[in-house]
C-alpha cells in the first residue's frame, strides 16, 4: 500500500511549531520578577501572530502551585510575577487549523529546581525514545521512570494529548505515568508530550472558575450581544480555545465577561477551570508538540 503523503500537513505544522517555539524564546527572554503580566501575555501572544499564525489558546501563564489554566481575564486586577515564582509558559499557534502547543517553566525559586529539571529531562527522554507505531503506555513508562530518578512526584490527572485540526484535545490522553493504553504513534498522528512534576503529591484540585473558554454549540438567547460572542468562538475560533481579553474590541468589559458566563450556563460555552496542585506543592512543566512522519517523530516546536 503507497504511503499516504503528509508533507502538507506536515509543512502546516512547522509553522504552527515555529510561532509558538518563538513566542517562548521571547518569553524566556523578557519573563522577570515584578513584570506585569499583562504585558507578559500581550508580548507573547503578539509574536505569535507577527509569524503570521493565530494562537491556538491564551498563553497560559501558570505561577507555583497553579499547574495550568491561568491567564490574565479582562476583569483581573493588575498582577505581577511574585519574587521567587515557578512560572509556567504554555504557548500555542495555529496556521490554517494545525495546531502547536509547547510549554516552559522559568524558575526564580531554588526550591524548584528538581521538579524543573525532571519535567525537562523527562521531556527530552521521552523525545529520543520515539518509535513509530509506539505505544501511550511504552511512551508513558519512559516519562515516569525519568520523574522518579528524580525523587519527585509527577502529577498524575494531567497528561499530554493527540491533536487534531482545530482540536486541541483530540480524545487520546498521554500520562505522566504507567498505564495500558495501547493507542499506537503511528504516522501522521501529532500529539502533544508534557510532563508536570511537583514538590507536592501529584494530585488536583479545579479552582471555582475559569478565564478560558471554548464554543460548543450555538444555543437561543434572548441577549442580542450573545450572538456576537458565539459568532466568535464558533465561526472566528472555530471551537479553539479563547480569552475575554481578545473580545475587549466588541464590548465593554462588563458585557463581555457576562455574556460569557450566561453562554456557560447555558452550554454553548465550556469554561477551562483554573488547576491547582491540591497540597499547594510547586508546580513544573516542559511540552513539545511531535509529528509522527514516516520515518520517525518530527518535534515541531524545537527552539533552536
Ligand atoms: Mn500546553
Ligand atoms: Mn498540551
Known sequence: MDEVDLSQIEKELLTAGRAASKALIKAQEIVHEGMPLLELVEKVEAEIKACGCE?????????????????????????????????????????????????????????????????????????????????????????????????????????????????????????????????????????????????????????????????IKRVRSPIRFDERVMDYALRERKGLPFSDRWLSNIGQAQEVVSSIRRLVRFGALYEYKVLLERSKGLVAQFEHTIFMSHDGPIVTTLRE
Request: avoid cysteine; charged fraction near 15%.
Open 55 to 215: 494562537p491556538s489558546f491564551p498563553l497560559n501563564v501558570s505561577i507555583n502551585h497553579i499547574a495550568a489554566h491561568d491567564t490574565v481575564s479582562l476583569l483581573d486586577p493588575p498582577q505581577t510575577i511574585p519574587k521567587f515564582a515557578v512560572v509556567k509558559i504554555d504557548a500555542g499557534a495555529h496556521h490554517n487549523g494545525y495546531i502547536s502547543d509547547t510549554a516552559i517553566t522559568v524558575s526564580f525559586n531554588r526550591e524548584a529546581e528538581k521538579i524543573v529539571e525532571a519535567s525537562r529531562k523527562a521531556l527530552e527522554n521521552a523525545i529520543s525514545n520515539l518509535k513509530v507505531n509506539m505505544t501511550v503506555s511504552q511512551l508513558s513508562a519512559h516519562i515516569e521512570s525519568t520523574i522518579r530518578s528524580y525523587s519527585v512526584n509527577p502529577i498524575y490527572d494531567l497528561t499530554g494529548h493527540t491533536i487534531e485540526r482545530y482540536n486541541l484535545h483530540a480524545g487520546v490522553s498521554i500520562p505522566n505515568v504507567s498505564n495500558r493504553l495501547g493507542f499506537k504513534l503511528s504516522p501522521g498522528v501529532v500529539f502533544a508530550i508534557e510532563p508536570f512534576t511537583t514538590t507536592g503529591s501529584g494530585e488536583i484540585a479545579e479552582d471555582t472558575t475559569g478565564k478560558i473558554f471554548r464554543g
